[in-house]
């Protein structure tokens, strides 16, 4: 299946042409032949003319490169390489715009004729040979992309063609003379009323028009490169009939239209994938931040533009937000688009709120640089686990990697706004909070580690990573947040954020297997909290409880799959084209376990692994749900001695009501079983074989509904 590559123009001033329909025609291939050289030394200043000689120069088919498998002709290791190529013109009046298409590692400047007509990812008028790209930046063909491409209208051309020939030079640079590869492949195509005129376009370059259910979101840049950092101004355009008709890519913008910052982000997905992600920023004609409403979001101005790519169901992140929202917590709104940039399709993706404090997101009190002291000092904070620059470290080590400290973002306030008062603040509450909950017997600063966390939040975001096993849970893109203690004022987990490598997608950390819990594994740098806090009975019935009501209701197989069958309907028609622009149905892209090669068969693996999942963990999930009509009075219940060396008796106040019992060991593991004449105190429970710690003896009653943990020490 080859790739439609979707462009939409204004054809107003060329449809007209000679009364001919204009078509596609490409005047230069990057698989040509090239004159071009490598230099150590200023090149002159007029090599990007016509009447250049380059007869000493060196030829060879493109592209010009090395290490990436996409070179025809292969050169050494070097900072930069310079290009040229001649194409005739006969007459002017057949031509209307131009696109021209560049893949690229790392950075370019091009000129026809001498004028600059692009660029990427470098600096300075006439950069010279040794001057390096502004940051890395992959090639996408050869990994499944395409080209980016740079639109020159007809009035710019204009001042520029010349009848007769005409020279595309091309400069390439590398981030620096060491890096482990170079690419230069550039076609420059032109809208002509000749089709006698030079060659066929690739078939990459077909124009069409898209019809879509979806939302259609265009974005223009006005060709200017998208970086990570700083954010780059352009404007959006949203086309959405809200009554359920199609919309058209070359309708008028009826949604939305405005100015916006656009900026590249993510950690592995921005260097790798050719589908990237974005954030964007909503400004008025000012450029100003403006809160701005569309497609029902409520009115803000930071959003996020997923871009799913090695998720092939493209579902995992917007079924993990509603899972979230089903059961009370603030996630991300979510809303599937299609995406145009700069009048290139670049396939479906999942327009979502970025996590920011705000009455509709995150709604706790907003934290002023004035309030410094008293209860205004006390919350409007949030903060994060995640790749990149840390604000603080924790005073303890990690999940099982001895000496390594975890490290804290600072959300909101940002790192920039927060006051030396606020961070030492949230801080030292953190501290408090994780050394009340490394000891979980003994207060810390006054109080119990369940007086500085909501137990509830902690539970509902392990569930929620634990069913997506998701392999980044707990350490990346892990947000905690704290509001005013006259607002309650505990630390809560979450919101959850970044399930794209969960789901059984991930061929690392065991996040391919249905079983076992994914806080255990030990392939990064999770929080000892939730190692403590299954230890914890009062954690655990609520981690019961909440699982028991949940799986009654958003989170029963039957409530899920509707959800999943529901998306995939939606995205029935746009997947097609999704996968046409980025046809990797049949291939492995980084991290996927499987490869199922259909979109069917890609919503059908993520049915499979959630059922194995629910049912695992059904079978494993960690305490007991005792209501308060089931519960019995613990003091009727007793375990003596306690704490106790070889022999335990137990001393039960109803014996009828009272099934079964087990020692369990602090993982809910059990570890015997206790027989009946032990059940009625007549013989002692001999302990003598467990190793030193803390157990608990787990009662069922006969109603098969009600259970008791009871806790005691071996020493």
């Known amino acids: 299946m080859y790739r439609i590559f979707f462009f939409f123009f204004i054809l107003s001033n060329v449809a007209t042409i000679y009364g001919q329909t204009p078509t596609w025609r490409t005047a230069v291939f990057a698989e040509q032949a090239w004159k071009y050289t490598i230099t150590q030394d200023t090149i002159s200043s007029d090599w990007r003319s016509g009447d250049y000689n380059d007869n000493d120069w060196l030829e060879g088919p493109g592209g010009v490169g090395y290490a990436d498998g996409d070179d025809n002709t292969i050169i050494p290791n070097v900072s930069s390489v310079f290009m040229r190529a001649n194409f005739e013109i006969s007459d002017l009046s057949n031509l209307a715009d131009a696109i021209f298409n560049a893949d690229y590692d790392d950075a370019f400047v091009a000129y026809i004729n001498g004028v600059e007509i692009a660029r990427a990812n470098i600096d300075g008028l006439f950069p010279n040979y040794d001057v390096s790209a502004n940051e890395f930046r992959e090639a996408q063909i050869y990994q499944g992309g395409l080209p980016n491409s740079y639109f020159l209208t007809n009035d710019i051309l204009a001042d520029i063609l010349v009848e007769g020939e005409n020279t595309l030079a091309i400069q390439t640079h590398n981030f620096g003379e060491n890096s482990s590869d170079l690419s230069a492949l550039y076609w420059l195509s032109f809208l002509s009323t000749d089709t006698s005129l030079w060659s066929d376009p690739p078939e990459w370059l077909i124009p069409n028009t898209l019809s879509s259910n979806l939302p259609i979101v265009k974005i223009n840049t006005n060709n200017v490169g998208i970086p990570d950092d700083p954010a780059v101004p352009a404007t959006m355009g949203i086309v959405w009939n809200e009554d359920g008709s199609l919309n058209f890519s070359d309708a008028t913008p009826n949604e939305y239209f405005g100015p916006i910052d656009i900026e590249t982000r993510g950690n592995s997905s921005q260097f790798f994938f050719p589908k990237k992600n974005y954030g964007i920023e909503m400004k008025n004609e000012l450029g100003e931040d403006m809160d701005t409403s569309f497609l029902n979001f409520p009115a803000e101005e930071d959003f996020i533009l997923h871009g799913p790519y090695s998720d092939k169901s493209l579902l995992r992140n917007d079924l993990v937000m509603h899972l979230a929202r089903s059961v009370g917590q603030y996630a991300s709104k979510t809303r599937f688009v299609e995406l145009l940039l700069n009048d290139q399709y670049e396939g479906i993706y999942l327009l979502m709120e970025r996590i920011k404090r705000d009455e509709n997101r995150v709604d706790i009190a907003k934290l002023g640089i004035d309030e ?44 920039n706004k927060i006051t030396p008062q606020q961070e030492d603040y949230i801080q ?27 137990l509830a939040s902690f539970a509902e975001h392990f569930i929620i990573s634990e069913l997506g096993k998701n392999v980044d849970a707990y350490r990346l893109s892990s947000y905690l947040h704290k509001d005013k203690d006259s607002n309650g004022g505990l630390l809560k987990a979450g919101p959850i954020w970044d399930f794209n490598l969960a789901f059984g997608n991930a061929e690392y950390c065991f996040g391919w297997s249905t079983s076992g ?14 190692d403590r806090l299954l230890q914890e009975p009062a954690f655990t019935q609520i981690l019961a409880c909440k699982w028991a009501e949940y799986r009654e209701g958003p989170f029963h197989r039957d409530s899920i799959f509707a959800y999943i069958d529901q998306q995939a309907d939606l995205l029935e ?66 375990v003596y001695p306690n704490p106790a060396s070889h022999q335990i008796f137990l001393d039960f106040a109803n014996l009828q009501n009272v099934q079964s019992c087990q020692i369990l060991n602090i993982l809910g593991v059990p570890q015997q079983d206790i027989y009946t004449d032990q059940i009625e105190g007549i013989k002692p429970i001999d302990i003598a074989h467990l190793p030193k710690g803390t157990y608990f003896l787990q009662i069922r009653f006969a109603d098969k509904q009600a259970s008791q943990l009871i806790k005691f020490v071996k020493i």
Request: aromatic share 18%; glycine share 8%; proline share 4%.
């Open 372 to 415: 410094n002291e008293g209860d205004d000092l006390t919350g409007g904070y949030i903060i994060r686990l995640d790749h990149g620059e840390s604000d603080w470290l924790s005073s303890f080590d990690v999940f099982s990697l001895p000496g390594q400290k975890l490290a804290f973002q600072y959300v909101s306030p940002s790192r």
């Open 517 to 530: 819990w994914i806080y255990d594994v030990h392939c990064g740098a999770n929080p000892f909290w939730y």
């Open 573 to 638: 028609e746009a997947q097609v084209r999704n996968f046409e622009r980025f046809d990797i149905l049949n291939e492995y892209i980084w991290p996927n376990f499987t490869v199922e090669g259909s979109y069917i068969g890609e919503k059908a693996y993520l049915k499979t692994f959630i059922a194995n999942r629910l049912n695992w963990m059904d079978d494993n999930m960690y305490g007991s749900c005792v209501s308060e009509t089931q519960s019995i009075n613990q003091e009727e219940h007793k």
């Open 428 to 454: 030292s509450y953190v501290d408090s909070f994780e050394r009340a909950l490394n000891n979980p017997l003994e207060p810390y600063g006054g109080k119990y580690y369940y007086e500085y966390m909501d």
